[in-house]
């Protein structure tokens, strides 16, 4: 079955950077398109990356663009988030999400990574 | 962007109840690319509808979704314990970016 699995997440100081990764298996991973959504603890869903199944397209909310940087590895079937200048606004859980091919609602999430951005 | 608004904000009932979620679309949404997930506590969202009337995989048929202009509506005809929790809403009709509406807290 489809699994999706984050990894990376941690406590950063602001201004720090780190680098999410989205491991994935059950299905062919260079098919489709894959999503990061954030939900900052308490509060609802915000959409933050996107990138094209096979990588040569990438889109970003206006809130990280500029600071992140979304890359995969069809190889490796892991798709990854590289984040910059962090905010204490970034704190968040981050899940990946697989759309549906080019019809972007997702059918398959990750059980997410805690991103803390704290001093 | 298109700015979806969820209501209620809570909504409180009872096992065997009918709930009827509202979300709102500041702009109309193409092709009624609209979905429904429902989140539990310490959970990833499931979605629940896409299309705004097709149930997903596995999603038992007393979920329901409708449209009318840029009005969506997520209906359970008859609440199981296990449908207590967020539900959220989310166009993709006009992408990127996608937007999600803030959420209406099934109790």
């Known amino acids: 079955q489809v699994q999706m699995v984050e990894s990376g997440g941690g406590v950063v100081q602001p201004g720090g950077s780190l680098r999410l990764s989205c491991a994935a298996s059950?299905?062919?991973?260079?098919?489709?398109?894959i999503h990061w959504v954030r939900q900052a603890p308490g509060k609802g869903l915000e959409w933050v990356s996107a990138?094209?199944?096979?990588?040569?397209?990438?889109y970003y909310a206006d809130s990280v663009k500029g600071r992140v940087t979304v890359s995969r590895d069809n190889s490796q079937s892991t798709l990854y988030l590289q984040m910059h200048t962090l905010k204490t606004e970034d704190t968040a859980t981050y899940y990946c999400?697989?759309?549906?091919?080019?019809?972007?609602?997702?059918?398959?999430w990750g059980q997410g990574t805690l991103v803390t951005v704290s001093s | 962007d298109i700015v979806l608004t969820q209501s209620p904000a809570t909504l409180s009932l009872s096992t065997g109840e009918r709930a009827t979620l509202s979300c709102r679309a500041s702009?109309?949404?193409?092709?009624?690319?609209l979905a429904w997930y429902q989140q539990k506590p310490g959970q990833a969202p499931r979605l629940l509808i896409y299309?705004?009337?097709s149930r997903a995989t596995g999603v038992p048929d007393r979920f329901s979704g409708s449209a009318s202009g840029t009005d969506f509506t997520l209906v359970i005809s008859r609440l199981e314990p296990e449908d207590f929790g967020v539900y959220y809403c989310?166009?993709?009709?006009?992408?990127?970016?996608?937007?999600f509406g803030q959420g209406t807290r099934l109790e």
């Open positions: 999400a697989k759309a549906y091919y080019s019809r972007w609602y997702f059918d398959s």
């Open positions: 059950g299905f062919t991973f260079s098919s489709y398109a």
């Open positions: 990138i094209s199944y096979d990588g040569s397209s990438q």
């Open positions: 702009q109309s949404v193409p092709m009624s690319h």
């Open positions: 299309g705004a009337f």
């Open positions: 989310q166009q993709y009709g006009r992408s990127p970016p996608i937007t």
